[in-house]
């Protein structure tokens, strides 16, 4: 051994409890070469005087109190156990987790369904979890397969994989920044604000606090310690199956496989409409990958299985923890010219829409872009139709037929099926998404125009 | 003069011994296994998360509640390898959060909070050398880059192996390496230098 190489695994002499087998090289070296000797007792030294001369010891009384309250918690746990009219059920799942165990250690693989989530899934959530509660900020780049645009929830099969970034800072008031091409949104611990480019006018927003609603399926992966809570539920659930396995990566290292399997949530038995229109609404497949040695995630990808095989939708290329963030990630310079959706007060409610069925409120919505009332109009969109690129396009509009409503998937509203004739000549024929989950039970048009 | 490697040992049973008095058998899953943990960490809990909070009575609380949960959980981890690394990972996520929840409360060690610290195996003459003992250190430790400081933290203040200290963290074994290579290398400077406050 020379110096170099001396110096470079020195620190291996300075640990707790050095192997003696790979410390005998360094220890000979240091008995012949009298100037690395020295340089290793400078280190000790400088240990020696950072090393407290005494160390604080432990209440008695702390062991006692943890005791105590462990005595509690199992007195607590029996009780309920014995309250629970199917306790003796326990037996038999024991029995079975016994085979499942001999399953697991003959395979080396772990698979759950429908609802019986092993510790292994357990141990590699709450490990994840551990790691992640200590992190300040995180930085996850993506591609996803959706519009430019469009809402950060949907996607779209037919689309390519666009990039998406996402930044976030943990504290008492998180902040967030998610982006593709036409669509921003930064949470700065007070507000989120969203600024759309859909061709013409820029279209702003702003909410209080932090809106998830703007990015529900993406916010989970900004807030993994959430995320993995959601993932432990679904894998309890029925309608996921869990597989974890080990495999080595492609950088040497032994990484933990977390793959969840769910089916569709949302109802379609009146339309498959919405189904695949986003992860949530469809037949997905996550796949986390996470070191196995320090438990952080190092990958997500999502899979969306269709009868032509399975479509990857969503996949992480980078996930950066705590690193500096500048702070003017998290503000969102919104130019002048943006169009304001929510600014106005409390709508007027000029028509009271709440008797109306689905098809007349989209007879009655039409009826007012066909005479551009604007006025009326605002009631039915807020304030969506204060934009003037929408009100040039379909002021004037004649109705060529308005189809039966129906419900898909997990959205709260109707569908109402229309043909349209624009002031251009133009056809359109689409589907209208109006919603009266509101107090008043107002009707609002909500997309699909 | 010959090199003294238990030179550093601090009368704390080290992780492998701990290890080898909890007979090695992964998180404990029956009270009997945990009352021998308790036995085992409780004193190096306990010092971590008082040289982390300041406080002696919120060191303790937070250890309560982070080996409570131990217990409370035990079946989730059963699969846990090294108990360690995560109980001590546990209580800093633990420390951070009443940090944060106790935001004015100070998170340094500050003498003014002896008055807090008075319990029969800890004496006050005790509490005011370890504290301004710790104190001194933290002034040393501060000069440095905040992840080396943490390696060297751990390694010296808590005596942890250099592979527990690269689980705590989360990272590779080589950078808890280098980070306490480079950390010490500053350190030396920074001891030598003639600085006012540096004794």
Same mark, same amino acid.
């Given at each position: 051994m020379n110096c170099r190489s001396f110096r470079k695994r020195q620190v291996e002499l300075l640990d707790a409890c050095p192997d003696p087998a790979t410390i005998a090289d360094l220890l000979e070296h240091i008995a012949e070469c009298s100037k690395c000797a020295q340089e290793l007792r400078e280190a000790q030294t400088v240990m020696a005087r950072i090393t407290p001369s005494q160390k604080l010891r432990d209440s008695s009384k702390v062991k006692e109190r943890i005791m105590n309250s462990i005595t509690d918690l199992n007195t607590t746990q029996q009780t309920d156990a014995y309250r629970r009219p199917g306790y003796r059920k326990l037996v038999h799942v024991g029995i079975f987790a016994a085979f499942l165990l001999l399953a697991i250690v003959a395979t080396g693989r772990f698979t759950s369904r429908n609802g019986s989530i092993s510790s292994p899934v357990y141990v590699t959530l709450a490990q994840a979890s551990e790691f992640v509660r200590g992190v300040k900020t995180m930085h996850i780049s993506a591609r996803m397969r959706t519009i430019p645009q469009g809402h950060f929830d949907c996607i779209d099969l037919n689309a390519p994989l666009i990039p998406v970034e996402m930044w976030t800072q943990f504290g008492d008031l998180a902040m967030v920044r998610i982006q593709k091409q036409h669509r921003k949104i930064v949470a700065d611990g007070k507000s989120t604000t969203m600024l759309m480019q859909t061709g013409g006018t820029p279209l702003a927003a702003k909410f209080d606090g932090l809106a998830e609603g703007c990015f529900s399926t993406l916010a989970p992966l900004l807030h993994p310690d959430t995320l993995f809570e959601r993932e432990s539920k679904a894998a309890e659930s029925s309608d996921s199956d869990v597989n974890v396995a080990t495999e080595f990566g492609s950088d040497g290292r032994e990484k933990t496989i977390l793959t969840i399997s769910a089916k569709a949530q949302g109802d379609f038995s009146e339309s498959d409409y919405l189904r695949n229109k986003s992860i949530i609404e469809s037949y997905n497949i996550r796949i986390y990958t996470f070191d196995a040695q320090t438990s952080r995630c190092e990958g997500v990808q999502v899979y969306i299985r269709t009868g032509h095989g399975n479509v990857l939708v969503f996949e992480t290329t980078k996930i950066e923890y705590d690193i500096p963030l500048d702070p003017s990630l998290f503000r969102l310079n919104v130019p002048k010219s943006a169009t304001w959706l929510n600014e106005s007060n409390e709508t007027e409610v000029v028509r009271d829409t709440s008797s109306m069925q689905p098809d007349e409120f989209a007879q009655e919505f039409f009826d007012t872009l066909s005479r551009s009332d604007w006025q009326k109009a605002r009631q039915f969109s807020e304030s969506l139709l204060d934009n003037s690129d929408l009100r040039k396009m379909f002021g004037g509009l004649k109705i060529i037929s308005i189809g039966k409503p129906f419900r898909s998937g997990l959205y709260p509203g109707w569908f109402v099926p229309y043909e349209i004739q624009l002031k251009s000549g133009q056809v359109r024929k689409h589907n209208l998404a109006i919603r009266n989950d509101n107090p008043k039970r107002q009707w609002i048009w909500d997309g699909g125009l | 003069m010959p090199v003294m490697l238990s030179e550093y040992s601090s009368g704390f049973p080290t992780d492998s011994q701990a290890s080898e008095e909890t007979g090695n058998c992964g998180w404990p899953q029956t009270l009997d296994e945990f009352e021998l943990l308790v036995d085992n960490v409780l004193d190096r809990l306990v010092w971590y998360a008082f040289h982390t909070l300041g406080n002696a009575d919120d060191a303790e609380d937070v250890v309560q509640e982070v080996l409570v949960r131990v217990y409370a959980d035990r079946a989730k981890r059963r *699969? @846990?390898?090294? @108990?360690m690394p995560y109980l001590y990972r546990m209580v800093a996520n633990a420390c951070r959060e009443r940090c944060r929840r106790d935001r004015n409360k100070p998170t340094a060690i500050e003498? /003014?909070?002896? /008055? *807090?610290i008075s319990d029969e195996k800890n004496g006050l003459q005790t509490q005011i050398t370890i504290i301004d003992e710790l104190q001194w250190i933290e002034h040393l430790l501060n000069q440095l880059p905040a992840k080396q400081a943490e390696v060297i933290r751990l390694r010296v203040i808590d005596d942890l192996p250099l592979s527990d200290i690269a689980q705590i963290l989360g990272c590779l074994l080589p950078t808890v390496k280098s980070r306490l290579c480079y950390g010490l290398r500053k350190l030396r400077q920074i001891v030598s230098a003639p600085k006012e406050g540096n004794r």
């Open positions: - | *699969n @846990v390898q090294r @108990v003498l /003014d909070r002896l /008055d *807090n």
